[in-house]
């Protein structure tokens, strides 16, 4: 099967962690490196694709030919994630976005009281970005692809997550096998793509996430111009 030239592609990629203010100095977070996402954008602008990278804070420099557009918080991902995916053909939701955020960031710095030995923190549900772009009108919706970072029951979460938040593809991982995937530079995913019949999936092998990355786009590639992936 030809492979289709992905050129005048525009393909939006969230990235990293995000960062939920307890107060001006301080704030709640991830170990997320950002370096999946990173690997994805480089594999989608090599292929000759406009691509947007929305990122949370990470150390890592932008790959070439790839728009940045830096973020700190949920909220902030969620807005540019709305404003640049609607009429974009594909969308990867590769950030770790922190679940909860602070209901009321305090305006100045928090003390320690003298007399008090704990701080309730009241957090509140942040909006699931991925979801909401997978619900856009078919019109403005592009092709969606998530991420499953699992300790256990990898299939299983992988294929209610599919369902649950409308995906069209979805990207595996076990991160509970030795050495880790978070910072790591190798990666194994386990590929699993809505079919006019149902479900399909593909085990790719552990490979530097820079490979990974663009086996990841060229199938999100042919799933969006055939409906299928080889
Ligand atoms: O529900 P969970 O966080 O495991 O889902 C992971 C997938 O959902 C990833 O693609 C992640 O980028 C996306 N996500 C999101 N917004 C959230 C939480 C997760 O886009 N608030």
């Not at 790959?63 to 404003?83: F, K, L, N, T």
């Amino acid at each position: 099967r030809p492979t289709q030239s992905s050129r005048s592609r525009h393909i939006v990629i969230t990235a990293g962690p995000t960062r939920e203010a307890l107060d001006p100095v301080r704030y709640l977070s991830n170990h997320s490196s950002g370096k999946m996402g990173y690997a994805l954008a480089g594999a989608a602008a090599r292929t000759g694709a406009r691509v947007s990278l929305i990122s949370g804070p990470v150390n890592l420099p932008t790959p070439a030919g790839v728009e940045r557009i830096d973020v700190d918080s949920a909220a902030q991902m969620h807005s540019a994630a709305q404003r640049l995916a609607q009429g974009a053909d594909i969308f990867i939701g590769c950030a770790a976005v922190v679940d909860f955020r602070v209901e009321m960031p305090a305006e100045h710095k928090i003390k320690k009281r003298q007399n008090e030995d704990s701080l309730t923190l009241i957090l509140v549900k942040n909006p699931d970005i991925i979801a909401d772009i997978a619900a856009l009108p078919t019109a403005s919706r592009p092709l969606v692809v998530g991420f499953a970072a699992e300790t256990q029951d990898v299939e299983h979460y992988a294929r209610d997550k599919l369902a649950r938040k409308g995906l069209d593809m979805i990207v595996a991982n076990d991160v509970s096998q030795a050495g880790g995937v978070f910072g790591s530079d190798d990666n194994a995913a386990w590929l699993l793509w809505k079919t006019p019949d149902g479900q399909a999936s593909e085990a790719l092998p552990s490979q530097p996430k820079t490979r990974l990355a663009s086996d990841i786009i060229q199938r999100a590639l042919n799933l969006l111009a055939f409906g299928e992936t080889p």
